[in-house]
């Protein structure tokens, strides 16, 4: 998805096995900056990371608000909602 007005809430697979939760309104162009090491702190240190989902959201309020919400996911929870994905 390049660059547009709308957002999505993305979660990658880090190499510790852990999993990160972000937004963008260029989701491939974010993944290679978190692979770059200049992406978020937390993934900085847990190269590479490798997209296992990513949700179209709408706006940029919209997309932080359903990243707040899979943030209190637990991991199994992040695990059904990527492994459910069409």
Request: proline share 3%; with cysteine; aromatic share 10%.
């Amino acid at each position: 998805m390049s660059k547009t007005n709308s957002y999505s809430v993305y979660i990658v697979h880090c190499v510790d096995g852990s999993y990160y939760t972000g937004i963008s309104n260029n989701v491939p162009a974010r993944i290679a900056t978190h692979n770059a090491g200049k992406g978020a702190k937390y993934t900085k240190i847990r190269r590479p990371v490798k997209l296992v989902y990513q949700e179209l959201v709408g706006d940029r309020s919209q997309a932080s608000k359903r990243e707040w919400q899979i943030k209190h996911y637990t991991r199994a929870q992040k695990i059904k909602l990527f492994h459910l994905k069409p």
